[in-house]
């Protein structure tokens, strides 16, 4: 048995590939139901956020399995297998288990430490296992991945500073604006995402916050908690005029705003500077739009000047980082070939019975 990984990252490969590949949470029974029928997967996960998407997979052979897995993920986004091959990266244990450690504890983010990874490995892991796609392999693999990321954040340095792309948003909105006090920002999407950059804007000290979402309700409940206005998705258009900043984190499979939209916007805002910042992949903002006058467009790939000042400030703490995780991949593997031993009589038993 063999525990594989084959995926994409933000180091790799562009924004523009990533969101032909990225997976919505809606689509997740029928990838399941199709990697277990069609691919031939004992167990699987994805994970599919702004800077990544990966198949982690458990299989009995390499050989074929990585080739079907690739087949499939090719389909999905409508890239070519050779395109694909070239941009996407394919491990296998004990590589594909160091990588995932490292991801969940944030070692392989665009922000070093970032906060929202290990929320997003968690609730991929509850999606999968809700939907019958893991067994025990995966249940310990992942169980031991997450505590292998709060022993991280709890025993070393890595989480301090600007550790989500949601802060370095925040952060790149000052520096064109300056102090956000006077600043009518506009929130689209109400996500883990989202909230965690509500919070950085409420800290900075933004007094006009408004938040959009699909779901009036959970816009209404954030509001609730953070003192912000709640606005209804259809009332986008004319946000859009009196907003000075706009940030977007949405799942969304098209976009939320096009060229011609925010070219209206800006003659009614008789050119007044708008900063559009979209965390969404798929992105949510039509990439023309930045091309206008006064606007100020940015997607995640945008945002490495900001991160790399905030890798360098943590980049003491990654050595001992890379220590915890190195004990809990080796802990992992042998539990495993402690239970693969276990179990290797009871196989041979019931393949001589067949």
């Not at 042998?334 to 038993?349: G, K, N, Q, Y």
């Amino acid at each position: 048995m063999h525990i594989v990984l084959l995926g994409v990252n933000h180091r790799l490969t562009p924004i523009e590939l990533r969101e032909r590949l990225a997976f919505r949470s809606e689509q997740l029974p029928a990838i399941f139901a199709r990697l277990r029928e069609e691919v031939g997967l004992q167990e699987s996960l994805v994970l599919s956020t702004c800077n990544r998407v990966e198949i982690y997979a458990r299989v009995p052979e390499v050989n074929g399995s990585v080739d079907r897995l690739r087949r499939f993920l090719s389909d999905h986004g409508g890239v070519s297998v050779t395109e694909l091959a070239q941009q996407a990266y394919c491990y296998t244990e004990p590589q594909s288990i160091q990588h995932l450690f490292s991801v969940a504890s944030g070692l392989d983010s665009m922000v070093l430490g970032e906060a929202e990874i290990v929320q997003q490995v968690k609730r991929a892991y509850e999606s999968a296992r809700e939907h019958g796609a893991t067994g025990k392999v995966f249940n310990v693999l992942f169980q031991r991945a997450l505590n292998t990321a709060k022993a991280v954040r709890t025993q070393t340095g890595i989480g301090r500073g600007s550790t989500s792309v949601g802060t370095v948003a925040v952060e790149l909105a000052e520096k064109i604006f300056g102090h956000l006090g006077s600043a009518v920002v506009l929130l689209v999407g109400a996500g883990k995402v989202g909230e965690l950059t509500l919070r950085r804007l409420i800290d900075r000290g933004v007094k006009d916050l408004r938040i959009m979402n699909r779901s009036l309700e959970r816009a209404v409940e954030l509001t609730e908690r953070y003192e912000a206005t709640p606005v209804a998705l259809g009332r986008l258009e004319e946000q859009l005029v009196e907003a000075d900043i706009v940030i977007t984190s949405t799942s969304a499979a098209s976009y939320l705003l096009s060229r011609a939209d925010v070219e209206l916007a800006m003659k009614r805002r008789h050119q007044r500077p708008l900063c559009l910042v979209d965390l969404g992949v798929p992105r949510n903002i039509e990439p023309a739009a930045g091309c206008l006058d006064n606007v100020y467009r940015f997607d995640v790939d945008d945002l490495q000047g900001l991160v790399m000042h905030a890798h360098r400030e943590r980049q003491h703490a990654v050595e001992a980082s890379q220590a915890i995780i190195d004990d809990k991949v080796d802990r992992f593997l042998a539990w495993w070939r402690e239970d693969a031993d276990a179990c290797a009589p009871l196989l041979s038993e019931h393949a001589a019975a067949r």
